[in-house]
């Protein structure tokens, strides 16, 4: 059974870091190129992070550049979101997707969601 389980979400304060994972199951994590998403209330699901298959490349949003860090561990089968400096503009459910290939990202396989809270 194909699984992915996010987890570390939770409420923090403005400026304050969370570390997001993602545990894969039941497919051959290591071929898949795994990206973060999130949607906050009332907003379409944005592209936050993606990493290549091995990790040697990255890409991130605009907003998050600089204070994000996607990573992977393909023998623990999990990718990981750094996430640092917080801001309220944040918070959202953050969702992990594994795709085939970088040009289909957002299609394949997608997890739960972890909420993210950015508060004072």
């Known amino acids: 059974q194909v699984q992915l389980v996010e987890s570390g979400g939770g409420l923090v304060q403005p400026g304050g870091s969370l570390r997001l994972s993602c545990a894969a199951s039941?497919?051959?994590?290591?071929?898949?190129?795994v990206s973060w998403y999130r949607q906050a209330p009332g907003k379409e699901r944005e592209l936050v992070a993606t990493?290549?298959?091995?990790?040697?490349?990255?890409n991130y949003a605009d907003s998050v550049n600089g204070r994000f860090t996607i990573s992977r561990d393909n023998a623990k089968n999990t990718v990981y979101l750094q996430m640092n400096s917080l801001k309220p503009e944040d918070t959202a459910v953050y969702y992990c997707?594994?795709?085939?290939?970088?040009?289909?990202?957002?299609?394949?396989?997608w997890g739960q969601g972890t909420q993210v809270t950015v508060s004072s």
């Open positions: 997707n594994a795709a085939l290939l970088m040009e289909v990202i957002g299609t394949g396989y």
């Open positions: 039941g497919f051959t994590f290591y071929a898949y190129v």
């Open positions: 990493i290549t298959k091995t990790g040697g490349s990255t």
